[in-house]
């Protein structure tokens, strides 16, 4: 699709959305404006309402890189198993040998989302293509996928789309829009330097990033926004360089101007904010107050499968992490990284099927419940002590946490006291009070003087990783 095409939907795209100049924010000077830079807040609110809601989704990091899963000539490659290409120099060609090997029959598509939906899970975001540029997907724009590739021919982005419907959760998918070391022209950078510009360690990856980017990088985008349905709910971009110009990024975003109801992150590049916010393998503060944000997370130390990585985190960790970042308003995207054959690490299963046993009986303070009214409880900067960025050093508490709903305050008890819970400056209040795992909710004895309350509690907490309090309250 030619540029003036391009500008012609933009303008076509913009005179479509009625502008309430009130709530529309001022839009940052783009070549081809997003929505997020003509939709009103009302739209903004319609378009998001789901991914609000959601709170908790499965990230999936599968694709080639399963095959070596973290070991080269014998030797294992420090660091991330889907950057072994880059983090070992592998050759283009010798990268490529891998679709070969590359026949994954044990992945079950029903299985991957019946999970999903067990671990209390509403959205799953899969790696179309990651940096290695594998496309796992039916691509007729470039032969290097799993249909046409491998000897598996099958593509899982429709078996998984298929099975999405039927289960009833949100399917996203990510594309490296920027990065792609099999393909010349394209970005790769170098991880341990953090730095955006482009170091090609094999001449089969020189060309021009234009060429790239008309020949695989839009053709292929076209095709996840257009051959899946309704789907992707989601589209998650990553490491953009100096190469996303604000033009060349404007291409993309007349693609994705054509689906309204796409979610897209903001790692696009060129200027473009996108609708998320995405720490990675961390938890903000304070949240991002007022923005939409999803903490994208590894149950263990690597996003693609690596055979010898154990170091699995506990379901205590993970499931307190979840509610940590419930309670500053965001969203918790936690990872899987099958293994070559498509299986998932059953250390991953059993934490995820962990989380959701919790959430199956305590979900009600995480979907669609609004931040803590409180904040002191999640922790306190440090007066002395800086982080690596010389920033006052955040000293989390893990007592506690809070979510809010209408009528409701939740109090997720992490550590718990003898005898009664205590609260001071309470916003509001509170007319009874009980246990949100104990299905008969026996109201417990509580006292209310103003601001400050105290509950009595059983001697006993009724989960040991997180035990909920729930506050009946009015204005
Ligand atoms: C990127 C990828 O490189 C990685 O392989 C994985 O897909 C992850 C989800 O995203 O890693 C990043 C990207 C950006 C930052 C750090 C790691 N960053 O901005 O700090």
Redesign the pocket.
């Known amino acids: 699709m030619k540029f003036t095409q391009c500008v012609a939907i933009a303008v076509l795209f913009a005179a479509a959305t009625p502008l309430s100049n009130a709530q529309t924010p001022a839009a940052p000077q783009h070549p081809i404006p997003s929505i997020q830079d003509t939709e009103t807040t009302a739209q903004k609110d319609a378009r998001m309402a789901w991914w609000r809601v959601a709170r908790f989704g499965m ?1 999936i ?1 599968w694709g080639l890189y399963s095959v070596p899963a973290g070991t080269w000539d014998g030797k294992q490659i420090p660091s ?1 198993g ?2 072994i290409m880059n983090n070992a120099s592998i050759p283009v060609a010798d990268y490529k040998v891998l679709a070969a090997q590359f026949n994954p029959t044990g992945f079950s598509a029903h299985d991957i989302v019946a999970l999903a939906k067990s671990a209390g899970m509403k959205y799953i975001v899969i ?1 179309a293509k ?2 290695d540029g594998f496309a796992m997907f039916d691509s007729k724009a470039n032969p290097f996928n799993i249909v046409a590739a491998t000897p598996f021919h099958r593509d899982p982005l429709r078996e998984l789309a298929d099975e999405a419907h039927k289960q009833g959760i949100k399917l996203g998918f ?1 594309y490296s829009q920027d990065q792609d070391w099999t393909a010349p022209g394209a970005s790769a950078i170098l ?1 341990q330097n ?1 730095d955006p510009v482009t170091h090609h360690w094999d001449k089969a990856q020189d060309g021009d990033f234009d060429t790239y980017l008309h020949t695989k990088a839009i053709p292929q985008i076209k095709e996840l926004l257009t051959n899946y349905g309704d789907f992707p709910a989601v589209l998650w971009f ?2 953009p360089t100096a190469n996303m110009t604000p033009a060349r990024a404007a291409e993309i975003v007349a693609l994705v101007n054509q689906h309204p109801n796409l979610i897209w992150n903001n ?1 696009l590049g060129g200027g473009y904010k996108g609708d998320t916010e995405t720490p ?2 961390t938890i903000p503060a304070q949240g991002f107050p007022g923005e939409d944000w999803e903490s ?1 997370m590894t149950i263990n130390d690597t ?2 499968f690596k055979s010898y990585d154990t170091n699995f985190k506990s379901t205590e960790t993970l499931l307190r992490n979840l509610i940590d970042i419930a309670s500053k308003g965001g969203n918790y995207l936690l ?1 899987i990284g099958p293994d070559s054959h498509g299986v998932v690490p059953v250390s991953e299963v059993e934490r995820l099927q962990a989380m959701g046993k919790w959430l199956a009986v305590n979900g009600e303070a995480i979907y669609g419940t609004q931040p803590t009214l409180f904040g002191a409880e999640a922790g306190a900067f440090s007066a002395t002590e800086k982080d690596r960025r010389g920033n006052p050093l955040w000293v989390p508490a893990w007592s506690w946490r809070s979510t809010t709903s209408a009528n409701k305050i939740y109090i997720e008890i992490f550590n718990w006291p003898t005898g009664a819970f205590h609260l001071d400056k309470l916003p509001r209040k509170v007319t009874g009070a009980y246990l949100l795992a104990d299905s008969t909710h026996t109201p417990l004895k509580l006292t209310q003087t103003g601001g400050i309350l105290d509950v009595q509690l059983p001697a006993k907490p009724l989960d040991p990783i997180a035990t909920v309090l729930v506050l009946e309250t009015t204005k």
């Open positions: 990230f990091h991330l889907e950057w790696t990651h940096h990510y991880r953090h990553d490491t790692r990675e393998q994208c996003w693609g990872n």
